[in-house]
């Protein structure tokens, strides 16, 4: 059955349409154009302009739309205002829903629990009076600022079936561990949440317990900020240990604390491993070996895949819009690319031997040729079996055991990098 026709339960086209057809007063624009204009702005590997992208509706899209003339471009910035952040934010959860349903059993985790990574990425924002206020500009030595100030996108990533579940982005005295507790109030009772080490904060821990979810988190080890807990665990020679870990004055938790040495990248003659510690509330170690614990911590790298997707391949950042709605709008519509990639990649994928695995790039290809043929009323079924053939065939064996240095290619930002190259 075609990714997008009528029967299709991720019918991306009509749960467009379901939008409306208008706004307040009857205009040209509607919620549903908006939101097709937007998804064609974000295109990944397509630089449009307002003009480039309201010619390209007239010319495909007009007789699904309605229109009858072709609009400005004034128009559609003033209409865009009129289509909320909210709207857009249960756009992508709709769309979401419908892509987890279609995942197949290669992409749960054998408990059937969710693994669900939270991680969070600083975004470039247009400067404007607004942004200024709302969002920090990074600070240099000698006391100098960044002319574009950047915010603060929090993510929840389903690492298993890389869906974008949900963001929030945060303002001037907000940090990530607000946001991930933002975002674990949309989780499932029954979830993991997947952490690195700037989010561990005996509140956080405490939260996400009272909403019945398990975590696994790295630790930090350093004397300056490690927990007691974890130090004194460190202290000793047990690479896994059972440990109560306070949550607040009169509350008390059991964890297990999984040590893990390392070398980082591709290692080099005569480099020191590093340490690592992992805290989980997953305490049935025979239902949750530590190699199993271990493997469900690795697989939080799934989310900086994704936003490496987000800012690389879609370009996020090259915004049209200066307001914090406009903004958000146009994350949402990048992040629903990324969930029709996957979706489609859940198709293809679906029986094929040995882990194979289907080239990304591809399936985005593939995600875009389609919603642009439904838009324009085309035949869904039409180069439909073709193109799962194409990825199925394209299709590459994963090669273990292979991973390079992690080095910085920017040599600005918000870290002050030496390695950078």
Known sequence: MALFSARHPLNVVSLMLSLGQRFVRKRIWSPASVAIGLLLLKQGGRKRTYRKMIDDMTRDYSSLLGWERKPSAASFACARTKLSSEQCHELLRTVVAKSDALAPGRFQHPSGRRLIAIDSTRMVMPRTNSTVQRFPRPGYRGG?????????????????????????????????????????????????????????ARALLRELLDQKLDVVVRMTTNDANGWPEVLEFLAGDRDEQHVQVRLDNDRMVQTRLIRRKFRAGRPR?????????????????????????????????????????????????????????????????????????????????????????????????????????????????????????????????????????????????????????
Not at 373 to 400: F, M, N, Q, T
Not at 403 to 408: A, F, K, L
């Open 144 to 200: 100098e600022r960044a002319h574009y100030p950047q915010a603060l996108a929090v993510f929840a990533v389903d690492v298993m079936k890389r869906l974008p579940l949900d963001w929030v982005m945060m303002t001037k005295g907000h940090g990530e561990r607000e946001g991930g507790l933002q975002l674990a109030k949309g989780f499932r009772e029954g979830d993991v949440a997947l952490m690195d080490r700037g989010f561990p």
């Open 269 to 421: 003659k005569h480099q020191t491993a590093e340490t690592m510690v992992v805290l989980t509330t997953l305490t049935d170690a025979q239902a949750f070996p530590r190699d199993e614990i271990l493997r469900m911590y690795t697989a939080r790298w799934g989310v900086e895949t994704m936003l490496r997707e987000l800012k690389v391949d879609l370009d996020v950042e090259d915004f049209h819009s200066r307001s914090r709605t406009g903004l958000e709008q146009e994350i949402a519509m990048s992040l629903l690319w990324i969930a029709l990639t996957s979706a489609l990649q859940h198709i293809a994928e679906d029986g094929l031997p040995d882990g194979r695995r289907v080239v990304r790039t591809h399936a985005a290809h593939a995600a875009e040729r389609m919603l642009e043929d439904a838009c324009a009323g085309k035949d869904p079924w039409r180069l439909y079996d073709r193109d799962i053939a194409w990825l199925k065939e394209s299709s590459v064996k994963p090669r273990p055991g292979r991973s390079h240095p992690r080095y910085s290619k920017s040599p600005f930002g918000r870290f002050n990098n030496s390695m950078a190259k």
